[in-house]
């Protein structure tokens, strides 16, 4: 087992590599010159060379490459090219604020979708499965921006049953996120209702059902003892592939509802070409990605016998 | 009489081809027809944007121009859907007194494009390097594989915003511009299918891939190559039309994962810029919805809504009809 887990860790040291070298292939070369973005217009070339030093642009690009590995391993990608602050404090400062929007959020949004799903699954082929379904296709089918600018509009601003705008620290969070969650389930709902919904009609057509049916169990206990039981696999694993973008955040609801978190600052800073800033996202969004991608595997491993570990 | 009797010509007798199989499930489903029917619709309608713009030329298209400027009487630039100036004023004036619905209707000219050719692009990329991957094995399959698995890695959004904005504001964009391209496909658009084509191929890589690994090893693709068939041969003739399903249904997935994605970039402001989009108007609604003014966005979000709405349906309904092992 330990050895599995090794192994599954060693392969993503390659995967980590190559992201950072396409980050810095993507904002170094492909971008244009760093330190034009950083100077404006019209820089002078003594200002532009100073930069480039302390920038360390003027090593060869293996060396940079380097440089930034250097930088990711110790989490120290410098200070935003914005106002100074060092990019680790701008990550923890927006962390709270974007937990507080989607940890919420994904509970309630999985609670719905696995029971809504199981549901269908046991009333199969009925007008209420198929409506359901059907409402599932209608609701990914609506764009998550229209989702927002709607329900921002009719909750908010006309029935004012939210705040349009806001955040507050502490339990009073629950009042500025309460809107953000529910568009948030909104728009995860119909997607996973149709995963689990799939996988447990795979499962439902196994043979150890048919012969539980065989045996006379009911219906009930078929569903809740044998399916569930092994369709907690795909849906946990599934569950916990999502938990990185709960940490990146969702920057359209930040952005909307004005929740200082990740996925705002991260807007802001790609508008602001605040490439530290963007740089350290990329990163740190794709060490969490390969850290829980490799633990979904040994969850898979660990739950289910079935899978060798060779 | 002589003995033979002939009990019918050849043509009588149905044919039951694999594309004639999926056809006849697919129509079971009524509601699947009329999806597709209305994928038809916006597609004529997409088709028919583009002649206008090919017969208005690039000057001064009907659908940049106020209906002022067109003789038409309105005091405010913001009209509610009105059947005056029928039908150009039923879905409303914009905020430049323009008609609502010729710009939408362009919208799905955009749309089209942005679906396509991204699809296209996805297509092309993921199902070569499928292909090689699970046809020769070995080092090949172990690069492509890796290549997917660190693009998979990078969080989508993150790369899709990334590549975005360096295709928007580096060299490359003065390159493009200056090359002539942009006369036919304006830099925004472009982006939006470079980003799309670049970041959604990995999901048909890695299904094309597992089932050429299975086809290959059959004992038809051995026949092929005891007759002396070159690689190219099989891999065309034999292999892909027995993957070509799985292109079909990604197609339907990356047409509507690239038609959201366009609201997406060009609200936050590195998308299309020049032509009427669906996500243009989307994203002005943000400050038109406070002020009362609705019909823009209920035109194009309706409009997305609908086209997407189909494509998944339709979609959903190939998957289980292209699919051999669900008989009905």
């Known amino acids: 087992m330990i050895g599995y887990i090794l192994r599954r860790a060693l392969y993503g040291i390659p995967v980590l590599l190559g992201v950072a070298l396409i980050t810095l292939l993507l904002f170094h070369v ?76 994904f509970l309630i949004g999985a609670l719905i979708s696995i029971s809504l799903s199981l549901f269908v699954a046991f009333y199969r082929g009925s007008v209420l499965d198929r409506t359901t379904t059907f409402l599932a296709i209608g609701g990914i089918s609506i764009s998550s921006l229209v989702y927002i600018l709607v329900l921002q509009w009719l ?47 795979e499962e439902i057509g196994r043979d150890y059902v048919r012969t539980a049916r065989a045996k006379g169990l009911p219906e009930r206990r078929i569903l809740f003892r044998h399916v569930l039981g092994n369709c907690a696999i795909p849906i946990i694993t599934r569950l916990v592939i999502t938990v990185p973008f709960l940490i990146t955040g969702s920057f359209l609801l930040e952005i909307f509802f004005g929740i200082p978190g990740l996925g705002g600052t991260l807007y802001t800073a790609i508008q602001n070409s605040d490439l530290p800033v963007i740089k350290a996202f990329t990163m740190v969004g794709t060490i969490l990605f390969v850290l829980f991608n490799i633990l979904s595997d040994v969850l898979y491993a660990v739950f289910d016998p079935r899978i060798r570990l060779s | 009489m002589s003995g033979v009797e002939a009990v019918g010509s050849v043509s009588e007798i149905e044919v039951r081809t694999p ?19 209305m994928f038809a619709a916006f597609f004529l309608i997409a088709l028919g944007a583009q002649v206008d713009v090919l017969l208005e030329g690039r000057g001064n298209p009907s659908y940049s121009k106020s209906l002022m400027e067109m003789g038409y009487a309105f005091e405010e630039t913001h009209h509610p859907p009105t059947f005056e100036a029928f039908p150009l004023g039923i879905l409303g004036l914009d905020w430049n007194g323009r008609s ?112 050429v690994m299975k086809v290959r090893e059959l004992d038809y693709v051995n026949a092929a190559r005891c007759l002396g068939f070159g690689n190219l041969r099989i891999l065309f003739r034999h292999i892909l ?39 243009q108007m989307i994203a002005y609604a943000k400050n038109e919805l406070m002020q009362g003014i609705w019909w823009p966005l209920a035109s194009a979000g309706g409009l997305l809504f609908l086209l997407t709405l189909s494509v998944n349906y339709v979609g959903d309904a190939l998957r289980d009809a292209l699919d051999p092992k669900l008989k009905h």
């Open chain 2, 100 to 211: 609502v619905l010729l710009r939408v209707l362009q919208g799905a000219r955009i749309a089209f494009m942005v679906g396509v050719l991204g699809a296209l692009c996805s297509i092309v990329i993921g199902m070569s390097l499928g292909l090689l991957a699970g046809f020769f094995g070995g080092w090949v399959d172990a690069l492509v594989v890796y290549v997917y698995s660190t693009v998979a890695s990078i969080p989508y959004l993150l790369l899709m915003l990334a590549l975005a904005f360096v295709l928007k504001q580096g060299d490359f964009a003065r390159i493009y511009r200056e090359s002539g391209l942009s006369g036919f496909l304006s830099l925004g658009l472009f982006n939006i299918v470079c980003v799309i084509g670049a970041t959604s191929w990995v999901t048909l890589c890695r299904l094309v891939r597992g089932e």
């Open chain 2, 241 to 279: 039309p027995n993957v070509f399903h799985l292109v079909i249904i990604n197609f339907s997935l990356t047409f509507v994962i690239a038609i959201k994605s366009e609201v997406i970039l060009t609200f936050l402001g590195v998308g299309v810029d020049k032509e009427p989009s669906w996500g």
């Open chain 1, 30 to 105: 492909a971008g244009g010159d760093p330190a034009a973005m950083k100077l404006g217009k019209n820089p002078r070339p003594e200002d532009v060379a100073a930069l480039h030093r302390s920038m360390g642009l003027d090593k060869p690009f293996p060396l940079q490459y380097v440089d930034f590995l250097g930088q990711t391993v110790s989490f120290d990608f410098g200070t935003s090219w914005n106002d100074n602050t060092p990019v680790r404090r701008i990550f923890l400062r927006g962390l709270g604020p974007t937990l507080s929007l989607t940890i919420p959020a």
């Open chain 1, 155 to 201: 909750l908010a601003d006309r029935w004012k049953l939210f705040p349009i705008w806001g955040y507050e620290y502490g339990f009073g969070a629950a009042f500025f996120v309460a809107l953000p969650v529910l568009i948030w389930v909104l728009l995860t709902v119909g997607q996973d209702l149709r995963y689990f919904r799939t996988v447990a009609l």
């Open chain 2, 19 to 37: 594309g004639r199989e999926a056809w006849r499930r697919l129509r079971k489903d009524r509601f699947a027809l009329f999806f597709l029917g």
